[in-house]
Every structure is written in C-alpha cells, then in structure tokens.
C-alpha cells in the first residue's frame, strides 16, 4: 500500500479511493503537469492483476469517446506498473445512494448507453457493467471505466464467468458471455438508478419496486428496460447499440410529444399567457431563479416554490434538473454538498459528503440564530445549516407585493396564487 504524501515517479499520492483484488487505486497529484489524477497499481508479485491490467490499457486506447475514461499514460515506475487515469468526482454507485432527479437520471442513463455502445460498435465486451465502473465528472459527465474484464467478440467466444454476481447474465455467469449481457447488466443498472432497487434472481416481473419505477418512468421506457432485463438473450436488444437508438427513439418522442402540446395550446389562444411568462421572467428571473417549468402548465417556477404561482400546483419543479449537484431524498429540490439539511422542506440531515464550505454568489443573507449566521439563499424556507424556520419575511426584488397570509414577496400583478404557501392572490 502506498501512504499519503508518498512519490512515484512524477506522482505524488495524495490518498486510496479503493482497493480492489487485483489492484488498488489511488487519488494522486501529477507535479508536471500540474493535474490530479487516480492512479492504478497492481498489487505485488501479483502476475494476474498486471496481465488482467495490461490487457485494460490496451483495450481502453482503443476506444476514444466523450463517455469512456480515458488512460493518461501507463508505465513502469520503480518495477511497479501504473496506469494514470482521470479522476473524476465520485462513482455512480454513489450518486444513485442519494436522490435524483428524473431529468438527470436521464441524461446519465443516456450517457451510459453510449458508452457502451461504443464500445459494442467495436466488437468489445466489457463483461463488468456495475455503477462502480461508471465514474462521474463535473457538468453531470458520466464515462465507463474498467474494462480489465472485457472480451473480443468473435463468432466464438470461451471467457470465464468474471463480473459482478449481483449484475451477472446468466449466460456470463456460465462462461458465456455476450453483447447481450452487457445489455442485460446495463438494464440492472438503469432499473436501480430509476426505482431504487436492484432486481434478484428470477427476474420475473413485476420486479422489486416497479411501483416507484412506474412513478417515474414514461411506459415506452420501462418497456426498453424490461426487454433488456430478459433471461433469454435471443428475447434482448442484440447490444448496446439497438438498446441506445431505441431509448433515443423514445426520448425524442417524448420531447416532440411536449412540443407539439404547446403549439396546440398556443393555437387556443393562450398566446397571452406565454407573452404573460415573458414578462414575468424580464422582470423576476435573475432574483427567483425560475429556470424550470411547472410539471402542469409549463409556467416558469423556481425549485425553491412550494407551488406554482399560474396554476397552484404543488412542487411544480419536482424532477427537473437542479442547478445543486445534489438533490433532497425527500422533495427532490436541489442541495449543496455541504449542507446539513434541506432548506425547503425541513428534511431530514444528509450523511457529510464534504467537510469543505464551498462559497456561492446566490448567498445574500444570514442565519438570525445567533449560535449559527450561517449564509443563506432567497426564499429559503429553514436554514441549511442549523435547521431553524426562516423567520424574517423574504421581499421580492421589483415588487412592493406581499402575501396576504404568509407576507413573503410576491408579484401581484402576474401571479394567481402565492408561490410560498399556495394562497390564492387578490387582484383587486
């Protein structure tokens, strides 16, 4: 084992991200080229690893892709082989643990696919698809790692039954891997990430949780997801690159679907309420930070509304990409990492993922608990940091308005119902 501090070569170790029975991986400091990186190291007179790593490097270098992590540089440094790799933030596994969003799970779930239809484009197997292997970089990029495992695919093909049991084909299990089982693994993988679970053996459905899965999911997709989760190969997507052309069949249809409804809706005349929105986001954007649309009638809103101000609807933002890199387990609103609760909903505290205070523009008040003065957001509705109930009244920036009920900020002069406590809005 290497210790913090430690060189190798150019490298200086800065910690372990993970050990594994092959080798071990380490966050690492390049001093020439100024980066970090993660680093992978075979253990000690272990010929296997080096074998089984080697073969990684080579198969990796042939794959260039957005979506695939990509091998730095690998060499001999003091007699031990190192493979310098990106480092990325953290591992899917780790991200599915916490909530989020369907929107984001989305665009990981497409991410991931292309990956490994790349990779099935030429002619490899990876033969080890778990969230551990996929890793996660900032602006939400996910890129497939580790493919230590991965076989060429030829008419026949003998390769052991290597892989991760709880995302196994059958067929691989029993040393007959194919494309199939990869796209089987990917749709474990993608079944976990939208429902929260992960299906056993048999695999009959209704699978654990297609409840939650069915909340969150449109038909067409879950229908992609349980052809991909067949015990027979012949009854899956040939590979990944049918499975990911069928979710990219689904998702535009989706998208023209939502378009073609707000075209109708503008031919009945609602134009007024567009050209109402508008305004509405000339004058309030930047204070409220409405970036989303309500899960209803599509008007802006904000995460941090308890309902929609156009139409009343509650949690309008629910499930739309946050501009945190978190999300509450519980509301779905975005959260910063460094938070101790939710600032919305008054949830429950967050396991410490950083014991860094990260700063942010949007903090423009303090906590009034004289024990915290913590930085707070507009419209936060609890402190993040200590959990007291906000109780000065937020003021909305442009707007001498203030709700009847709650005497929060509101704009009178658009809104039909109070965005903090869903109180219909005077307009005489």
């Known amino acids: 084992m290497l210790r913090a501090r430690q060189k190798i070569g150019k490298y200086r170790i800065l910690g372990r991200i993970a050990s594994g029975p092959l080798a071990d991986v380490y966050r690492a400091y390049d001093s020439i080229q100024k980066i970090k990186v993660a680093l992978k190291i075979p253990r000690e007179g272990d010929d296997i690893g080096r074998e089984e790593i080697l073969h990684e490097v080579r198969v990796a ?25 990106e480092l990325g933030e953290e591992s899917l596994a780790d991200r599915i643990e916490r909530r989020t969003s369907t929107t984001r799970a989305l665009d990981l779930a497409g991410q991931g696919l292309a990956a490994l239809a790349h990779a099935h484009e030429h002619k490899i197997i990876h033969c080890d698809i778990k969230p551990e292997n996929f890793i996660l970089f900032p602006d939400n990029q996910l890129k497939l790692a580790d493919f230590g495992f991965a076989k060429l695919g030829h008419r026949t093909l003998k390769a052991s039954g290597s892989g991760t049991i709880d995302y196994i084909a059958p067929e691989q299990a029993m040393g007959r891997p194919k494309f199939q089982s990869d796209v089987f693994s990917m749709g474990l993988v993608l079944y976990r990430m939208f429902s929260g679970r992960l299906p056993e053996w048999p695999f009959e459905w209704p699978l654990v949780a297609f409840d939650k899965l069915k909340a969150r999911l449109r038909p067409e997709l879950i229908r992609v997801l349980q052809k991909s989760i067949q015990l027979d190969p012949k009854k899956r997507y040939r590979d990944a690159v049918q499975m990911q052309a069928d979710f990219a069949r689904v998702q535009s249809h989706a998208r023209k679907q939502k378009r073609a409804k707000s075209k109708t809706g503008n031919r009945r005349g609602t134009s007024w309420r567009q050209l109402q929105w508008r305004e509405f986001q000339r004058q309030f954007k930047r204070h409220l930070d409405t970036h989303q649309h309500c899960r209803r009638c599509e008007g802006p809103v904000a995460e941090s509304m308890q309902a929609c101000p156009w139409c009343g609807f509650d949690n309008p933002a629910r499930g739309a990409a946050s501009r945190m890199p978190s999300s509450c387990p519980r509301c779905e609103r975005g959260v910063k990492n460094d938070w101790n609760y939710c600032a919305w909903c008054y949830g429950p505290g967050f396991e410490e993922e950083s014991t860094r205070h990260y700063p942010d523009k949007r903090y423009t008040a303090r906590c009034a608990r004289k024990g915290c003065r913590r930085p707070l957001m507009p419209f936060m509705r609890y402190c993040p940091w200590c959990r007291s109930k906000v109780r000065q009244p937020w003021k909305l920036k442009g707007s001498k308005d203030t709700c009847r009920a709650c005497n929060w900020g509101i704009a009178r002069e658009f809104w039909n119902y109070c965005a903090w406590c869903r109180e219909p809005v005077r307009h005489d």
């Open 61 to 85: 270098t042939r794959l260039r892709h957005p979506n695939i992590l990509s091998v730095l540089n690998a060499s001999y440094i003091d007699d031990r082989f190192v493979i310098a790799m």
